[in-house]
């Protein structure tokens, strides 16, 4: 048990009716002991049963146990006590997305963005969704002339989710051509959103690079913000072996460029311009 | 002004065009080592701030698998920063948004060789 598990179950222990089981059943859920964190939710729902935040995380343990029907009556109890709860629109949102019931699902995301608080992971999901809804007729059917019948290795929900994937990993491929240089675009998070980086070996460890490289955005905007220098445009850094270039784009993402050294710094900063404004309008289309 | 072991470094790089001052920090704690600044410019934020975006952008790249940094730039609004580092000390310029970067990043990777 960590040390703050056991210190919220004391605080329980010595007071059965503080809140705190919130706390304690979400360190739970975070550490996979589903089963003792329901245990924990709903004998604390026994004496706050009209505490949005107690539902919310009951909906979101079923969630983790595959209960997605529980969990959407879990949600929809939340937002009957507080109709603004951004995490239970994003749960319904999450729900009906698993269901294939995509309008609906951008519906609800979309209020959560609104009310969201910059929470990145509202923005991802709201995004696939949105793409998603793109290649598909919102309810897990096909549009009319769009490519592929659906019928090839799996649901349309499924197929259209390959498609945005693909959409995804291709989106910078005409602009970086052949060269030794690749592009990713990442979310606040720094998930990568869009884009590929393969190793000489043939591995995609987009996601490593992306997780290592994001937390130079913020210091780059906290420097610019407290020199008065207004807002950054690019950081560009060189090493014995790359040059990496990356930019905002929009209110959250950031898009970033690795060449080899061979290519040429100003080549560098012009894909970067290309593959920023590409990112934009990819993520503007469908925000 | 006392002459430093920096004071040729930092006299080549503030004479470029567009550049508001010049300093020499320490990269482990951001504390100015030495440095020729215009007034308004504070010496003390821009050590800081540029030792911690160099040091996240070394420790980044590092864990990337990108190797070592060897020079760095920010491009904002209004004004630049160029940074390159040798051992735990980077030289910092600071400059106008219209700054011709490549001398500068030509002159900045040429002197760094004095951070000794």
Known sequence: MSDGIRRLSDELARDPSSLVFIQLGEELRRTGQLDLALRVALRGLERHPHDADAHDLLARIHVDRGELTAAFDEWDTVLKLAPDHAGARKGVGYVLFKQGRLAEAERYLSQASAQGGGDPSIATALHMVRRMLHFSDGVGGYVAGASGNGTNGGTPLAEAGRRVEEEARRLFADILGEGEQTALLLDASGLVTAGVYMTEEGRDVAQEVGASLAGIREDAARASEHLGLGAWSSVTFETDVATVAMAPVLDDSLVLVAAARSVPLGLVRRVLQQCARRAGAWLGATS | ?116
């Open chain 2, 1 to 116: 002004m006392s002459t430093t072991q920096f004071t040729g470094l930092i006299t080549a790089l503030t004479r470029q065009r567009g550049v508001l001052g010049c300093l020499v920090v320490s990269e482990r704690d951001g504390i100015v080592v030495d440095a020729d600044v215009r007034a308004g410019v504070d010496a003390a934020a821009v050590a800081a701030l540029a030792a911690a975006l160099y040091r996240r952008a070394r420790l980044c790249s590092e864990a990337a698998g990108l190797s070592t940094v060897s020079f760095l730039q920010l491009e904002s609004e209004h004004g630049q920063i160029c940074a390159a580092g040798r051992d735990d000390l980077v030289a910092v310029v600071v400059a106008e948004a219209g700054a011709p970067v490549a001398q500068l990043r030509t002159v900045i990777l040429q002197s760094v060789d004095s951070l000794v």
